[in-house]
């Protein structure tokens, strides 16, 4: 369970840092920790991590643009979140690495602490290229105000 996740991170002499996803939560963890959290240091986080462990869509991919192994936690609130974990578990499904969506009670393995990108690199290299295209091709005709077919 998540508990022993957390003996072997102590193990592995890693140090948990919690990114506040609220504005009352960020001013909470500011008192505690008095660290900072503005764009700048929470695009840092990522990058200096070991390992992610996340239920958003932004740790998703911030995740995946630094290479980091990771896990996506489902959030479990009903039907509400499930419109926005769809494009998740898409992205997931894409570079046929599902196995890192799990529930908050599921086991984690030792496996999960790492990940192979080399597995996954050309699938998220195209998928990259596809958005920087779609994204070129919306400023290029929103700059010649054509409206998109």
Not at 94 to 119: A, T
Request: charged fraction near 30%; charge should be positive; aromatic fraction near 14%.
């Amino acid at each position: 369970k998540f508990h022993a996740t957390l003996d072997r991170v102590k193990d592995r002499d890693m140090r948990i840092v919690y990114v506040p996803g609220r504005f009352c939560e960020y001013v909470n963890e500011g008192r505690k920790h008095k660290l900072p959290c503005g764009p700048k240091e929470f695009i840092e986080r990522y990058n200096e991590a070991d390992m992610v462990v996340t239920n958003t869509f932004h740790g998703l991919i911030f995740s995946l643009i630094f290479r980091k192994p990771f896990l996506l936690i489902h959030r479990e609130n009903g039907d509400y979140w499930k419109k926005y974990e769809e494009r998740m578990a898409s992205l997931l499904n894409e570079l046929g690495i599902s196995d890192r969506y799990i529930y908050s009670n599921d086991d984690i393995r030792r496996e999960s602490f790492y990940l192979d990108y080399s597995i996954i690199e050309s699938k998220l290299n195209s998928l990259i290229f596809s958005s920087r295209s779609y994204l070129e091709n919306a400023l290029a005709m929103a700059s010649r105000n054509e409206k998109p077919s």
